[in-house]
């Protein structure tokens, strides 16, 4: 049950025709679980928590550096040495004090991945490392949660939609680790990556439009363009090869 | 008979590419040597050092994944390659 305020405060999204106080409803008791509260973390959880999905868990072991602020933009100059998931907190819940913000400084490790994920509806990629990346995977896989995949290289980004039983998971793309590097970027780039993986989250949740499952979306900002091309199930892959699922929605 | 290849944009900058260029070949391997020829480089790029195709490079053919038979795949004349690069950052 929506209140005469969040009518109010999301009366332009509730406008939207699939939407509706139904989708509204929707998000308002969604959880949803972001790992990763850098680049992709910000954009992703600023958009979910102004449309009023119920609870958002956002995880990040790591401290502010002033390296982040040209992309990380809940955090500021202030904020500099301060843990990241307290910064988000902060700056979310004055965003949108109506919903639930829990953040975890924890490492997301094999021991522990499980026990954060539980009780959450979905989760969405937002780290800088792939072997954690793989961890979020196989869990999504487990647990049979959708896996919403982003990632950013310069002006580049790339995301796509991990259903599992439905589409290729995330090992299926990445067969091979591409080596840990400092990685290049600048704040647009994730800007706009992270801003499509909250799309797709919102269109998830609320069951409107047609996701990214299968399809991997390619952006170029130098160039401004996007290209899409379909990711294909690798039938030896270790980590979905024989997964027998189903369609969960929220 | 010819194909069009996109080559990613680190590839672009690294060799002096434009982003597509069209190459004859019945296979991307066929195709690879006639780019090789004109930007030299780019095998160097895409092969590891036992030959076989760079893990952190994905190609896909008419927008399809071309795996696991990447530079052996038949490719027929209007064909499009392209060749897309793995990354990670957050």
């Known amino acids: ?250 | 008979m010819s194909v069009k290849i996109r080559i990613p944009p680190i590839l672009q900058e690294l060799l002096g590419t434009p982003d597509i260029v069209e190459m004859p070949g019945c296979n991307f391997r066929e195709c690879l040597d006639e780019l090789e020829i004109q930007f030299p480089g780019i095998k160097g790029q895409l092969y590891d050092k036992h030959g076989h195709l760079n893990g952190i490079y994905d190609i896909y053919v008419n927008d399809e994944s071309a795996y696991p038979n990447e530079l052996s795949k038949p490719l027929k004349d209007g064909d499009v390659v392209s060749i897309v690069m793995l990354y990670m950052g957050g």
């Open chain 1, 1 to 250: 049950m929506l209140s005469e305020h969040e009518l109010e405060k999301y009366d332009r999204q509730i406008m939207i025709k699939g939407f509706g106080e139904e989708g509204q409803g929707k998000l308002k008791r969604a959880k949803v679980f972001i790992a990763g509260a850098g680049g992709l973390g910000c954009p992703i959880s600023i958009y979910l928590a102004v449309a009023g999905v119920g609870k958002i868990t956002i995880v990040d072991h790591d401290k502010v550096a002033v390296s982040n602020l040209n992309r990380q933009i809940l955090h500021w100059d202030r904020d500099v040495e301060r843990r990241k998931v307290e910064s988000a907190k902060e700056k979310l819940e004055g965003l949108n004090p109506g919903i639930q913000i829990e953040g975890i400084e924890e490492t997301i490790t094999e021991g522990n991945v499980s026990e954060l994920v539980d009780d959450h509806d979905l989760i969405v990629d937002a780290m800088d490392n792939v072997l954690t990346r793989y961890l979020l995977n196989r869990t999504a896989l487990q647990k049979n949660i959708p896996l919403f995949h982003g990632a950013v290289y310069g002006f580049e980004g790339r995301a796509t939609t991990i259903i599992p039983g439905e589409t290729p998971c995330l090992r299926c793309l990445y067969r091979e680790a591409p080596p840990l590097a400092k990685v290049p970027v600048v704040g647009v780039a994730p800007a706009v990556i992270g801003c499509i993986q909250a799309t797709e989250v919102i269109k998830y949740i609320v069951g409107i439009g047609e996701l990214l499952a299968g399809r991997l979306l390619i952006y170029d900002g130098l160039s401004l363009k996007f290209m899409e091309v379909k990711v294909g199930k690798n039938p030896d892959c270790q980590d979905c090869g024989h997964t027998v699922g189903y369609i969960k929605r929220v």
